[in-house]
């Protein structure tokens, strides 16, 4: 399949082309008439500049390309939202942890999703509706089934691979681009005129920051920072290669991350990081009749399409979430009925949650997570005796080790704890131990 990515900054159209293992780039500049930055102005100007480099690519006339379209981080939202232990994550307190933190922009103008990372904490995605709307519009004025619509900052994180907090910092055309990640998001990405000190970005971090540590995060990524400096204190990886073999890739760099990152991952176009994922489109298709539909109508048609799509968001607004985890109901059901218990058999006793002495253990690895499960954990009526990290790290599931003598909680605890964590039971702990309970916490 040949893949073809576009992208727009400042001005500058970008095209490049992959072929198997042969990566051909074009570029050209636009006037202010058509776009202005990243925004495309007309579109019917921009998708002829577009034809004008496929021509360019020298595309084979027998075979049609797909395309994907890069969006730059000044174009979407991504923030960490998070929700209060006591009242639970549901789509209502979710919605307005959203809106706290959204400044100005209304949800109604904005395709959006937002997916469970972490205990509490969600990744939030939007992009406004126009500027989705003139995407499908170029893709429909090319004659191109449109593959994907990626926001290349969130694939930063998949291809470091780890939750470990990290600072991402992308120089281009004078500008620097600063994100903030963890827990394999992205919560803060912004767009500077001039490069940001080391104090500036501490403060960044102290501020935006949503689990309190006791140390500014000091691993920086950077993308096309040779003459790139830090404080000591900080650790700088240069997170693409460089060198005389890869300057094909040359102002190329994150076209080349996106055809790297789906050709070892497919999912990642299935998934909440393709903005086209947004959109609440049929559920019953054939063939990509969805992506199909965007590539091959005529505009007119493709409002109308549109224009559903911004009633059916109306009528159903929890149709533009994704279902999270589907899988904790399977995981819960397992273990309920894998793992026998001892069960001690005597008279019938009233189960009191205060009466379960509990310790906690991070699992995750994530800075305070164990302090915020004390929280919701306590907020159920249980008491919690102490806090601690395990000696595993980056857990995926949470674990609950129980007494045998006290394995009559267990239905309990899994009915207070089960819709916020994928959970795993087991009834060993030892009798002798001080604790009646160990929750160790992972990441889901």
């Known amino acids: 399949m040949q893949n073809l990515t576009l992208s727009l900054n400042e001005n500058i ?46 595309i084979k006339a027998n075979k049609k390309p797909v395309l994907n379209y890069l969006v730059e981080p000044a174009d979407i939202m991504v923030r960490f939202v998070t929700v209060n232990k006591r009242t639970g994550d549901s789509d209502e307190n979710i919605l307005e942890d959203i809106k706290s933190k959204l400044d100005n922009h209304n949800l109604d103008d904005i395709y959006f999703a937002y997916q ?23 893709s429909n004025n090319l004659g191109l089934s449109l593959q994907s619509v990626i926001p290349w900052i969130l694939l930063l994180p998949k291809l470091v691979g780890t939750s470990e907090p990290c ?11 600063v994100a903030l990640s963890e827990l394999n998001g992205i919560y803060f990405s912004e767009t500077f005129d001039t490069a940001k000190t080391p104090k500036e970005l501490e403060k960044l971090v102290s501020d935006l920051s949503v689990y309190k540590r006791a140390a500014p995060i000091t691993r920086i990524y950077t993308v096309s920072s040779e003459s790139f400096s830090l404080d000591p204190n900080y650790t700088v990886i240069p997170l693409l290669p460089s060198g005389e073999e890869f300057k094909d890739i040359k102002d ?21 990081l393709n903005l086209l994922n947004l959109l609440p ?21 493709l409002m109308i399409f ?15 979430q994704p279902v999270v985890t589907p899988e904790n109901s399977e995981v819960l059901s397992e273990t309920v009925e894998a793992t026998p218990s001892n069960e001690i058999v005597g008279e019938v006793e009233e189960l009191k949650k205060e009466d379960l002495v509990i310790r906690i253990e991070n699992g995750a690895g994530v800075p305070g997570v164990a302090a915020q499960t004390q929280e919701f954990v306590e907020g159920k009526g249980y008491k919690v005796a102490e806090i601690g990290n395990a000696e595993e790290t980056g ?10 003598s006290k394995a009559a909680y267990k239905e309990m605890l899994l009915a207070d704890l089960g819709d916020e964590f994928e959970l795993v039971v087991e009834e060993n702990l030892d009798e002798n131990s001080e604790h009646d309970l160990l929750i160790v916490v992972g990441l889901n």
């Open 13 to 58: 159209v970008k095209l490049t082309l992959t072929v198997e293992s042969e990566f051909r780039t074009a570029s050209a500049k636009v006037d202010m008439n058509v776009a202005n930055d990243t925004e495309v102005l007309d579109t019917q100007a921009f998708s002829e500049v577009v034809l004008g480099l496929i021509k360019e690519l020298s």
């Open 252 to 272: 190329f760099e994150m076209h080349a991350l996106l055809n790297k990152l789906m050709e070892e991952d497919p999912s990642l176009l299935v998934s909440q």
């Open 167 to 177: 600072i991402f910092i992308y120089n281009t055309n004078g500008n620097q681009v």
């Open 281 to 301: 489109l049929p559920v019953e298709q054939k063939k990509n009749a969805s992506l199909v539909l965007v590539g091959a109508g005529s505009v007119a048609a």
């Open 306 to 320: 549109l224009g559903l799509i911004y009633t059916n968001l109306i009528r159903d607004n929890s149709t533009n």
């Open 395 to 404: 857990r995926d599931n949470t674990l609950l080790k129980i007494k045998p």
């Open 116 to 138: 469970k990372i972490a205990p509490f904490v969600y990744q939030f995605v939007g992009i406004k509706k126009d500027k989705m709307e003139k995407i499908l519009e170029v």
